[in-house]
């Protein structure tokens, strides 16, 4: 009869040591959806929203309509302190400008890849909030460090000694943009 008990009992912490393993595993399963769940939400609402400028980040991005194989000519009125995109298709190469007014006023220009990151296709920067935002690396870039840097990871800068501005506009030289055409090769 003492066996039986014993191995009744056996039986039972058996089965409870099961139960108790069961629902460890599902608990840590749910921790883990739920972890999923906060991570996706907060990456989705980063990239969809904006909280320091209360815009989407689409309005944000906004694109021109592209220009194939000409000088790009950038009204100085559309220029505001959110980026602005000028795509453009190049001796049918795709190639990117984009133009900023930083917190000083001035108005900024600059090749939309990143110095350091082109290479790698996804060198390309979007604006979140008031900082551009390499698609690459991560980096993020004041908007009124952009036309002063050379090297390191910002967008490749187009001085004044590359473009002509006048009290209207900003044109870029069609000869000036397809000297930028190798940055562009693995571009998105």
């Not at 014993?6 to 039986?11: G, M, N, S, V, W």
């Not at 972890?35 to 906004?62: D, I, K, W, Y």
């Not at 002063?148 to 910002?154: D, K, M, Y």
Request: net charge positive; aromatic share 6%; with cysteine.
């Amino acid at each position: 009869m003492k066996k039986q008990t014993k191995a009744k009992l056996k039986k039972k912490q058996r089965s409870a040591m099961h139960r108790n393993a069961k629902k460890k595993k599902r608990i840590v399963t749910i921790l883990v959806i739920a972890v999923m769940a906060v991570t996706v939400t907060l990456v989705v609402g980063t990239r969809l929203f904006s909280p320091r400028t209360g815009l989407t980040n689409s309005e944000l991005n906004q694109r021109k309509p592209q220009i194939v194989d000409q000088d790009l000519v950038i009204q100085i009125e559309d220029i505001t302190e959110n980026a602005l995109f000028f795509p453009m298709i190049i001796d049918g190469l795709s190639m990117e400008v984009l133009a900023v007014r930083a917190p000083d006023g001035t108005i900024r220009t600059a090749f939309n890849t990143c110095q350091l990151c082109y290479a790698s296709g996804l060198g390309y920067y979007v604006q979140v909030g008031s900082v551009l935002v390499c698609q690459n690396c991560n980096m993020q870039f004041p908007m009124n460090q952009i036309e002063l840097e050379v090297g390191g990871c910002n967008p490749v800068p187009i001085f004044p000694a590359d473009k002509t501005q006048t009290n209207e506009t900003i044109t870029i030289s069609l000869e000036h943009i397809r000297q930028a055409k190798s940055i562009f090769e693995s571009w998105r």
